[in-house]
């Protein structure tokens, strides 16, 4: 039942995202493989069928937990009869070989702002500021697992780019994922502000993940220095700057 359980690898994602972050719910970890309530249930059924994950309930929802006491067994069972050292040294480098090949790129910037984390987070999250001096209205309703876009402000509503909340603690942390509307790139890169008071002052930290390559990089580091530049002489002066690109690329 345990290698029955194992050989799927939606199942083995699932083991994964509560081995780092444990005791999540149905629709936590639905939002983590991107797949309808119903499959996740069927998954998890099965995991919880080989004794892989336990359950607690909480109110109404239903925490989920990794149990790796069947994984210890089989450890027992099968790898304690083979040498350690040599199963281990293979294993380190399995495991620096597919990091290096799946490592990418993470953009990070960061500015100080004569303002509040209040006014900031408001410029951010804003439909109308942020049309002001990003060329583009953020909207959503901004609570975790909602829907959020990047539309244009001509009138024709199209949204450039669209993704999820996956964090939201206003003031201070917004987490988004990010993607192309028309669903041309190859994933979703993830975007983090951190809104931290100063002393007087603002800090805003953002973080730009899961890049494609380097070459969306180079796009990024030119996207995103521009923009932050824009937020930060509304705020502090009232007015943006002159001819500033405001077009960020969609992913």
Partial sequence: MVFK????????????????????????????????????TQHLAVLEAANLVSTVRR?????????????????ERWIDTFE??????????????EAHMTTKPTYKYVTYIESSPEAVWQAITDADTSASYWGHSNVS????????EHRRIDG??????????????????LVTTWAASDGSGDTSSQVTFTIEPFGAIVRLTVMH???????????????????????????????????????????
């Avoid at 799927?8 to 081995?19: A, G, H, K, V, Y």
């Avoid at 972050?21 to 970890?29: A, V």
């Avoid at 109110?59 to 450890?75: A, F, M, Q, S, T």
């Avoid at 024709?156 to 669209?162: K, L, Q, T």
Wanted: proline share 7%; hydrophobic share 35%; net charge negative.
């Fill in 5 to 40: 359980a194992l050989a799927d690898p939606t199942r083995r994602f699932l083991l994964d995202c509560l081995r780092v972050d444990n005791g999540q719910t149905l629709g936590e970890l639905c939002e983590r493989v991107a797949m309808t309530r119903q499959s996740a």
């Fill in 59 to 75: 109110g109404r929802e239903k925490l989920h937990y990794l149990n790796p006491v069947p994984l210890e067994d089989i450890r």
């Fill in 84 to 97: 350690h050292s040599r199963l281990n040294t293979l294993s380190d480098i399995k495991r620096q070989a």
């Fill in 141 to 148: 309703d901004w609570n975790v697992g909602s829907s959020w």
């Fill in 156 to 173: 024709s509503g199209i949204a450039d780019i669209v993704g999820t909340v996956i964090e939201s603690e206003p003031p201070h942390r």
């Fill in 209 to 251: 993940e899961n890049l494609v390559d380097e070459g969306e990089y180079n796009d990024i580091s030119q996207g995103w220095p521009a923009v932050l530049s824009n937020l930060k002489s509304l705020l502090e002066t009232g007015h943006v700057l002159p001819d500033t690109p405001w077009e960020m690329p969609s992913n």
